[in-house]
């Protein structure tokens, strides 16, 4: 079964960490690039962080730049999202996608999307 499976979600206060992770099934990680995104209610999806696992170039908004880290295990055949510092508005459902490789770090269409994973920061 060709798919993309995320864990690592859940509640955390602010200022905690949270590492998210998508692995891959059907499929070698290895030659896509995957991003991470996040929508909260009333709000656009915002593309997050990205990585192309062909030379390990990476992205990230600037919202989360200093605080979020995107890598990949190419043995695990996943990509994980570890996340620092967080941040109440950092609250929102996270979703993984992966995309062919090309010369671009985040693609702007992707084959697979993971099932999304809540991320709740509160106190």
């Known amino acids: 079964q060709v798919q993309l499976v995320q864990s690592g979600g859940g509640l955390v206060q602010p200022g905690g960490s949270l590492r998210l992770s998508c692995a891959a099934s059907?499929?070698?990680?290895?030659?896509?690039?995957v991003g991470w995104f996040r929508q909260a209610p009333g709000k656009e999806r915002e593309r997050v962080s990205c990585?192309?696992?062909?030379?390990?170039?990476?992205y990230y908004a600037d919202s989360v730049k200093g605080r979020f880290t995107i890598s990949g295990d190419v043995a695990a055949n996943t990509v994980y999202l570890h996340m620092t510092s967080l941040k109440p508005e950092d609250t929102a459902i996270y979703y993984c996608?992966?995309?062919?490789?090309?010369?671009?770090?985040?693609?702007?269409?992707?084959?697979?999307w993971g099932q999304g994973t809540q991320v709740t920061v509160s106190s």
């Open positions: 059907g499929f070698n990680l290895g030659y896509y690039a």
């Open positions: 990585i192309n696992n062909s030379d390990d170039r990476t």
């Open positions: 996608a992966a995309e062919s490789l090309g010369a671009s770090i985040c693609p702007s269409l992707y084959d697979y």
